[in-house]
């Protein structure tokens, strides 16, 4: 529980047992209704935010949704967390509905396996399929329809138990149960009294496969609360706090305001603070995507989870848990989770006309049959049939056989799509927000350019800044200490030592080099060559880094040092563009590196220099606009915002954060991959909708057979046969999608 205001608190609740969008808004209602509660519930997250009146005890908040049918519970610690029981349970049921039914629809469908007794056989299999299996399907049913609703869960309900309920029916009081009995393929329509037909295959295999559409589904939505477990797993576990004069390792959950700590090279920075004593280079690409390290020293503010790239540091420590820079940013990507639209399920919408249109139908049948004269049987028996027909096989999967087919297509290509709600807002986006550092660009420091002098070779400048650069560790020194090696062996250093944050010089085959910016060679009394000057400006024009050679008392030239485009980034916007999409530059680097790298790739819009707070801010402000946004990224300082997006792509060569805030996982580094991900998710969505047209259209079409006691079992079950063949076949068509990549 967390305080928001004066008199107010906010209670945090896990949602269990809702199956549409329209659960939550029932949750939501119920709870608003209370004195002084204002609750938002969220579907896709599973979680309910209540602002209650302090003092409130939560329970009152728990009992209130209990009674309207759901369960809640407080979240568990994050290090807490566990497989989640609803899932695990449904895992037990699909397990054991795949190993019952298969037998059920193999003996239905092909009548030579139809020993005698075999309809008895299907019956012990099926019954705890319908009974134990479909189990939350019935549940779910009966808790919408105390409170006037209707979802799929009551099609799937109704239709299953129907089915299940005429089959025993037939078995024990009508001609199906004699031993001998097989369903033989007419094709004449006739009216019967139903009594010799069994529709077991219907009821389990309906069961079956709607439950594993709905694991799978529930499997993606609990991953959703993994970006904030990871956002928790940057930080450094333990430090070495000083209390005393004394050096000791404790964990750092243990650290107060005002303890200071050692941060030595390569080790975490435990918590926001200032640094006290020493200089080094802090890499913060991590939180703000920015490549070039940041030189801190005495008096400087350093953030919790950045690395330490060269010396020693000491740090007082000024922020710690849910203060730090760290927590605020995983709060981000909680709200930004929790706002987004709540997604309703495309075979729901549908059900929500079809479902009461069906069970009309089915008492009109009733009534009408009644009223004509006809036996009770035979009324029964048309009304039943409705029922029995309005609930196909296809229906089951349409939506998890494109699914599997879209996805494990995807999976192939470097694509991972987390759950169905994602392919609905592939089909709306206008916009792509594309993060710079590690999306756009390699994300690396790599030498642009070598600028000597009038009397040096670039070769030469290279190699010797090269070779004293390999002796250190900064981000930047690797990448001129890697060029340099590209050309040829980098030779000894002796002397070699660090000049306070400002560069570093050493002794190359006796001549002391100095490498480093321009104020080391002013305070060294060196004067820099105009030409040189004028080359410097160049490059910091177009964002990048200039570091100064010098030996002998004079500038000998300049290495450029760069974060280097991906070389396919210009042809990703390119189909991006040809998607109907407007591509946006978002970046926490300087405007004119920005802008560089967007006009090379083709890019007008482009917002930099901005926080990680401020990209959320910032995809929010175009949403405001009426635009539907997705949101390319790579770092934690993009978690947040790929949340927020309507649709979040993460690169997979960027940070765990980023990739479970995510919608769409790039595995490549390829932003191409980006143009094919939305093009197979918009490919997937219209398989699933021809799909489910299909698989409703076999149905109502025999709608008016069933209702005139016309419905021959051989038929109907040819109907459904030939609507789920229909259905895989259509599916698998998405296996022939092709990647724009060359090799893919």
């Not at 759901?70 to 497989?83: F, N, R, S």
């Not at 243990?254 to 975490?268: A, H, I, N, S, T």
């Not at 420091?445 to 070779?467: I, K, Q, Y």
């Not at 030592?497 to 010089?505: K, M, N, P, Y």
Request: glycine share 10%; charged share 20%.
């Amino acid at each position: 529980m967390t305080t928001t205001d004066p008199g107010r608190e906010r209670i945090e609740l896990e949602i269990g047992g809702m199956t549409c969008a329209s659960c939550a808004m029932r949750i939501e209602k119920k709870l608003n209704r209370l004195d002084g509660v204002s609750a938002t519930v969220n579907y896709a997250t599973e979680r309910a935010t209540v602002s209650v009146p302090a003092g409130l005890d939560p329970d009152t908040v728990i009992a209130e949704v209990e009674r309207t049918g759901y369960t809640a519970i407080l979240p568990a610690p994050q290090e807490d967390v566990g497989e989640d029981p609803e899932l695990r349970s449904l895992r037990r049921r699909l397990i054991v509905a795949v190993a019952l039914s298969l037998p059920v629809i193999v003996l239905a469908m092909v009548p030579a396996l139809q020993f005698p007794g075999w309809q008895w056989f299907s019956l012990a299999l099926a019954t705890p399929v319908v009974a134990w299996a479909g189990w939350p399907f019935h549940r779910a049913a009966a808790v919408n329809l105390r409170h006037g609703a209707t979802t799929m869960d009551t099609l799937i309900s109704m239709g299953t138990l129907a089915a299940f309920l005429w089959s025993v029916y037939a078995l024990f009081f009508g001609t199906a149960g004699m031993i001998g009995m097989t369903h033989g393929f007419t094709w004449t329509l006739e009216r019967g009294d139903g009594s010799g037909n069994i529709y077991l295959e219907v009821a389990a295999g309906v069961t079956m496969f709607v439950l594993a559409g709905r694991y799978f589904e529930k499997r993606a939505k609990r991953r959703a609360g993994a970006a904030l477990r990871a956002l928790l797993e940057l930080g450094a576990k333990e430090v070495a706090v000083r209390r005393g004069g004394v050096e000791t390792r404790i964990p750092t959950a243990q650290l107060r305001v005002g303890d200071e700590f050692v941060v030595r090279p390569g080790e975490k920075v435990a918590t926001d603070g200032v640094v006290v004593s020493g200089t080094s280079a802090i890499d913060q690409s991590l939180l703000t995507g920015e490549p070039v390290p940041v030189e801190v020293t005495v008096g400087d503010a350093v953030t919790g989870a950045t690395i330490n790239a060269g010396g020693r540091l000491i740090i007082r420590a000024t922020r710690i848990g849910a203060d730090t820079q760290l927590a605020q940013m995983a709060q981000l990507v909680e709200r930004a989770q929790e706002g987004k639209a709540e997604v309703q399920r495309l075979a729901d919408r549908i059900s929500a006309v079809f479902v009461p249109v069906v069970i009309g139908i089915a008492a009109a049948t009733l009534a009408g049959w009644l009223l004509t004269g006809a036996s009770a049987a035979a009324a029964f028996t048309a009304a039943v049939a409705v029922l029995i027909i309005a609930c196909p096989c296809a229906l089951g999967l349409a939506t998890p056989t494109a699914l599997l087919v879209g996805t494990g297509r995807g999976a192939q290509l470097g694509i991972l799509i987390k759950g169905p709600e994602v392919l609905e807002s592939t089909r709306r986006v206008d916009t792509v927000v594309l993060d710079k550092t590690g999306t756009v660009t390699t994300g690396r420091m790599t030498v642009a350019e070598v600028v000597p002098s009038a009397d040096e070779s670039a070769d030469d400048v290279l190699r010797r800044a090269g070779a004293v650069e390999d002796a250190s560790e900064h981000p930047i020194a690797r990448a001129v200490a890697l060029a340099a090696s590209e050309k040829g062996t980098l030779s000894e250093v002796s002397d070699f030592r660090t000049l306070a944050g400002r560069g570093v010089e050493g002794n190359v085959a006796g001549t002391t080099v100095i490498v480093g910016r321009s104020t080391l060679l002013d305070g060294l009394g060196i004067a820099p060559d105009a030409a040189l000057v004028a080359a410097q400006k160049r490059a910091e024009a177009r964002g990048q880094t200039a570091i100064w050679v010098a030996w002998e008392g004079r500038a000998r030239g300049i290495v450029v040092v760069a974060d280097a485009l991906k070389p396919t980034s210009a042809d990703a916007v390119a189909q991006l563009r040809a998607l109907g999409l407007t591509p946006v530059l978002l970046t926490g680097d300087n405007a004119a590196a920005a802008r560089h790298i967007a006009d090379r790739v083709g890019i007008e819009r482009v917002i930099a220099e901005v926080l990680p707070a401020d990209k959320v801010a910032e995809v929010a402000r175009l949403q405001s606009e009426g635009r539907v946004v997705a949101m390319v990224g790579d770092g934690v300082n993009d978690a947040a915002a790929l949340a927020q997006a309507d649709l979040g792509m993460a690169m997979g060569t960027g940070t765990d954060v980023a990739i479970e805030a995510a919608d769409i996982t790039l595995v490549r580094g390829d932003l191409r991959v980006a143009a094919d991900a939305v093009r197979l998710a918009r490919r997937t969505l219209a398989t699933i909708k021809v799909n489910l047209f299909w698989a409703f259209a076999y149905n109502v079409a025999a709608l008016p057979l069933a209702a005139l006691g016309l419905l021959n079992p051989m038929i109907a079950g040819a109907a459904m046969a030939f609507s789920s063949v229909f259905v895989v076949g259509n599916s698998l068509r998405l296996r022939r999608f092709r990647s724009s990549l060359p090799t893919a």
